[in-house]
């Protein structure tokens, strides 16, 4: 499951993602802590894996102040 560290207004706010983990779930957490506070870094880290989309993770302006990445020395893998 998902696993989110709370972090201070300077920090960024990260949430912790596993294989089989819904990314459209994630997208729809980061867009709602975005909207909360606006001056929040989001970032989401994906661990190693692969992660299987049954349709396609659709992201628009709203998500351009979000970060996606590979946990470090990690390599994640969205695959569909």
């Known amino acids: 499951p998902m696993n989110q560290a ?8 990260v949430l912790v993602a596993r294989p089989g983990d819904d990314l459209p779930l994630l997208r729809d957490w980061a867009r709602a802590a975005r909207a909360a506070d606006p001056a929040r870094r989001v970032e989401i880290e994906l661990e190693g894996g692969v992660y299987r989309l049954g349709s396609p993770l659709v992201l628009g302006p709203e998500d351009s102040h979000v970060t996606w990445r590979s946990r470090p020395g990690e390599r994640a893998v969205i695959s569909g």
């Open 6 to 13: 709370s972090a201070a207004p300077s920090t960024p706010q």
